[in-house]
């Protein structure tokens, strides 16, 4: 991993940071560290979000934050975003519940 400044334009809070994860192939990714990056989602993915159906998947404990991701989703032209929100605790994010969350996707997957 690469740990880098990153001089973004989110506001007056200072420098952020990029965490760069190194993966075989085209599979590497950025980790993005700052406030108010949650407001900015749409224009940091690696891909353009507009006309995209999209995914945020995160227990009720973090529901707040899934809401704000959509909204930023929404603001850069993704849509459908869908929000599912299973019940918090390690029994939604285990193995034997991958099969229903794929289900899920899959029955949503361009709408």
């Known amino acids: 991993m ?5 001089e973004g334009a989110a506001g007056p809070e200072g420098a952020r940071r990029i965490v760069s ?3 075989p192939g085209d599979r590497g990714y950025d980790i993005f560290i700052g406030p108010g ?6 224009e940091l993915m690696p891909l353009p979000v507009e006309g ?8 009720a404990n ?4 899934a809401r704000t991701v959509s909204g930023a989703l929404s603001a850069a032209g993704a849509g459908p975003v869908h929000t599912p929100t299973p019940p918090p605790g390690g029994g939604a994010k285990s193995f034997p519940t991958l099969p229903k969350t794929v289900d899920w996707l899959l029955e949503r997957r361009g709408r």
Do not use: K, Q
């Open 2 to 6: 690469m740990e880098s400044e990153w």
């Open 21 to 23: 994860v190194e993966l």
């Open 37 to 42: 990056l949650l407001y900015r989602v749409g």
């Open 52 to 59: 995209r159906a999209a995914f945020v998947i995160t227990d």
């Open 62 to 65: 973090a529901h707040p934050y």
